[in-house]
């Protein structure tokens, strides 16, 4: 348990962080937000369709970065996708300070939580693995999957890729064999065929060019390997009820979001074999809470951030009350989430899903 005094250290310590980033922050958005963008798409980035059309508008709901966000669906193909999408720039902006610096230590201890999660994954996916030794975690962060699947699958050696230093991390703590700094699509041909499994756990959505990554993991496996995809389901009925509050849209760093027909088909077209397609055992039962909590964040945001013109303490006592009051409803929200949660399958409400994939 943290002391009172480790307690006004870490304020301290955020409060000169945030100062010296302000200056930063100042210099990035001084050209305004639109240069983070590329130019406007007029054909769909999965099927080449020119029928497409806005389905939401949103803005940065979790770091409260300035801009906003359209999501536009392909009336023929179902893909939906970030339009127009960041650029490099971009992606640098809105990353920054969410998976490292000002945010590394909450994400970390987030992500580090999620045991439960990471043994389901480890488990759907067992029944198979013949033969499997060598699998590479892509998009791993901090290495939490590796180390839990590790204690299930003794046998199995996980090396970790990720673009950030997180990588490096889970590879000083053991979490992973190999930490691998990098791209998949660059680095892929480095290792090709050296691996029994390659899983991409909700890192397609992140990334510009899904497809492109798809022919990455193939390269990657050895043949008769196995790949194992899961992400966000676009096709749940929460992304409609709940709207820009449904969490999985994470904007703006979800760039695309893949109906399971056309993740199903991409993979056959490259030579897998769909072995399981699996919804339940991906859902996370957080959907109802997640918006609440995303809606008490958006009424008052924190004020000690770098990005975020500095508001005073009569605005964090404002948050603080605003926060205490929204506990009835978290609560309220978190036992409908378990409570739905046993019936989500029937009522279309799972929120995303697995395949695994054998190499032919």
């Given at each position: 348990?943290?002391?009172?005094?480790?307690?006004?250290?870490?304020?301290?310590?955020?409060?000169?962080?945030?100062?010296?980033?302000?200056?930063?922050?100042?210099?990035?958005?001084?050209?305004?937000?639109?240069?983070?963008?590329?130019?406007?798409?007029?054909?769909?980035?999965?099927?080449?369709?020119?029928?497409?059309?806005?389905?939401?508008?949103?803005?940065?709901?979790?770091?409260?970065?300035?801009?906003?966000?359209?999501?536009?669906?392909?009336?023929?193909?179902?893909?939906?996708?970030?339009?127009?999408?960041?650029?490099?720039?971009?992606?640098?902006?809105?990353?920054?300070?969410?998976?490292?610096?000002?945010?590394?230590?909450?994400?970390?201890?987030?992500?580090?939580?999620?045991?439960?999660?990471?043994?389901?994954?480890?488990?759907?996916?067992?029944?198979?693995?013949?033969?499997?030794?060598?699998?590479?975690?892509?998009?791993?962060?901090?290495?939490?999957?590796?180390?839990t699947a590790r204690t299930l699958l003794p046998e199995v050696a996980f090396d970790g890729l990720d673009r950030s230093e997180g990588v490096e991390v889970a590879e000083r703590r053991g979490r992973v064999?190999?930490?691998?700094?990098?791209?998949?699509?660059?680095?892929?041909?480095?290792?090709?065929?050296?691996?029994?499994?390659?899983?991409?756990?909700?890192?397609?959505?992140?990334?510009?060019?899904?497809?492109?990554?798809?022919?990455?993991?193939?390269?990657?496996?050895?043949?008769?390997?196995?790949?194992?995809?899961?992400?966000?389901?676009?096709?749940?009925?929460?992304?409609?009820?709940?709207?820009?509050?449904?969490?999985?849209?994470?904007?703006?760093?979800?760039?695309?979001?893949?109906?399971?027909?056309?993740?199903?088909?991409?993979?056959?077209?490259?030579?897998?074999?769909?072995?399981?397609?699996?919804h339940r055992t991906a859902h996370e039962p957080v959907d109802l809470v997640a918006a609440v909590w995303l809606a008490l964040e958006g009424a008052v945001p924190r004020d000690d951030l770098p990005w975020?013109?500095?508001?005073?303490?009569?605005?964090?006592?404002?948050?603080?009350?605003?926060?205490?009051?929204?506990?009835?409803?978290?609560?309220?929200?978190?036992?409908?989430?378990?409570?739905?949660?046993?019936?989500?399958?029937?009522?279309?409400?799972?929120?995303?899903?697995?395949?695994?994939?054998?190499?032919?």
């Amino acid at each position: 348990m943290t002391s009172p005094e480790q307690h006004s250290r870490g304020h301290r310590a955020r409060r000169e962080t945030v100062a010296a980033l302000r200056a930063e922050y100042g210099a990035a958005l001084s050209g305004g937000h639109r240069a983070f963008f590329e130019p406007l798409r007029h054909g769909c980035p999965w099927c080449g369709s020119v029928r497409i059309g806005g389905h939401l508008l949103t803005r940065d709901l979790i770091q409260h970065k300035p801009g906003s966000f359209r999501v536009d669906r392909c009336r023929s193909c179902g893909h939906l996708f970030q339009n127009p999408r960041l650029n490099a720039r971009g992606l640098d902006f809105y990353y920054r300070d969410f998976y490292d610096r000002l945010g590394e230590q909450q994400l970390d201890a987030m992500f580090g939580g999620r045991t439960r999660s990471y043994r389901r994954r480890a488990e759907a996916v067992r029944p198979h693995l013949d033969g499997v030794k060598r699998w590479l975690d892509v998009g791993t962060g901090h290495g939490h999957f590796c180390e839990t699947a590790r204690t299930l699958l003794p046998e199995v050696a996980f090396d970790g890729l990720d673009r950030s230093e997180g990588v490096e991390v889970a590879e000083r703590r053991g979490r992973v064999v190999r930490g691998l700094r990098g791209g998949l699509t660059e680095l892929a041909p480095e290792f090709a065929g050296e691996y029994d499994a390659v899983s991409l756990f909700h890192y397609l959505e992140h990334c510009t060019e899904p497809l492109r990554e798809l022919e990455a993991a193939r390269t990657s496996l050895r043949p008769g390997g196995l790949l194992v995809v899961e992400v966000p389901d676009p096709e749940s009925r929460y992304a409609h009820l709940l709207g820009r509050w449904w969490l999985p849209w994470l904007q703006p760093q979800h760039l695309h979001l893949m109906p399971v027909g056309n993740l199903r088909g991409a993979l056959s077209e490259l030579g897998f074999t769909v072995l399981a397609e699996q919804h339940r055992t991906a859902h996370e039962p957080v959907d109802l809470v997640a918006a609440v909590w995303l809606a008490l964040e958006g009424a008052v945001p924190r004020d000690d951030l770098p990005w975020l013109v500095p508001t005073g303490p009569a605005r964090r006592a404002l948050r603080g009350a605003a926060l205490l009051a929204g506990v009835p409803a978290l609560a309220a929200a978190a036992l409908l989430d378990h409570a739905v949660a046993p019936l989500a399958g029937r009522l279309g409400l799972y929120n995303a899903y697995r395949l695994v994939a054998r190499r032919g």
